[in-house]
């Protein structure tokens, strides 16, 4: 399809998905990624669209090299970010708006892991393993020599392959492994939290300085469970927790007054046998939660 083919809302809004998760793996934070959107559909406005002769191709460039730039000069921001900086959390599965976030390779976990790149790194690990762009196109989105992107890659597959989460559980079995847990948290039972959880079992909270939230990740069954009782209000306000697929996990998701106070993300693995709870993520930050 080329510009001459269909306007140019219409090409930007049948690629909108694939622009939105290729920003958001780049970024992971749903404001900037509309942001990225915004300033790339009014730069797409202003290209001559009757010689883009793959509009596909050129959109994903121009949305690339966008969100890299953003990625950039908020990095600073994120070594200086009050407390522990999780992604936003983002529906996914099967009742997600878009089919390109029905996956589960968008995980906090391997969000996390990608926010230890620099962002280059970040950028060329994207497009190349998640989306399988060639390293020549990559080459032009970044404006580097081919070379050059390709001992980036190398470099940022071998980190990311030494840090990558354990493998995770098939949905539905992670799913009731975490509505057993949330059950076991409402009620107080510290044995049945604590049988549910990996010893190394990690609690990670982002308040960003506007929300109460622990400052450092709790590490250890133990102490996971006893900081989880501790915190834990019942009765949990109406119309109590909403289960959800948020970043291809099992979440629970909180009202207060009607806006959304916390969404807590579960990691389920399989360890020795038994599927338990690895790792829980909750947001807190209000401004990561504007977008539910």
Known sequence: MTGQDADPLAQFGAHRGLLFRLAYDILGSVADVEDVLQDSWLRWTEVDHAQVL????????????????????????????????????????????????????????????????SPDERAVFVLREAFGIDYDEIAVTLDRPAATVRQIAHRAREHVQARRPRFSVPADRARRVAEAFVGAALGG????????????????????????????????????????????????????????????????????????????????????????????????NPDKLAHL
């Open 54 to 117: 793959d509009p596909r191709a050129y959109l994903a460039r121009l949305v690339s090299r966008q969100a890299l730039n953003r990625l950039r000069s908020t990095a600073r921001t994120r070594e200086t970010y009050p407390g522990t900086w999780l992604p936003e959390p983002l529906p996914t599965g099967g009742d997600a708006s878009d089919r390109a976030l029905r996956t589960d390779d968008i995980t906090v976990a391997m969000l996390l892991v990608l926010e230890s790149l």
């Open 189 to 284: 039972d510290v044995a049945a939290v604590t049988a549910l959880l990996a010893p190394d079992a990690v609690q990670m909270s982002d308040g960003g300085g506007r929300a109460s939230a622990a400052a450092r990740p709790i590490v250890g069954r133990d102490r996971v469970a006893r900081f989880l009782i501790g915190i834990t209000r019942w009765p949990i306000p109406a119309p109590g927790p909403e289960f959800g697929v948020f970043n291809g996990m099992p979440g629970v998701l909180v009202r207060d007054g009607g806006a959304v106070d916390t969404v807590m993300l579960f990691e389920v693995a399989e360890v020795d046998g038994l599927d338990l709870v690895t790792a829980i993520y909750a947001v807190r």
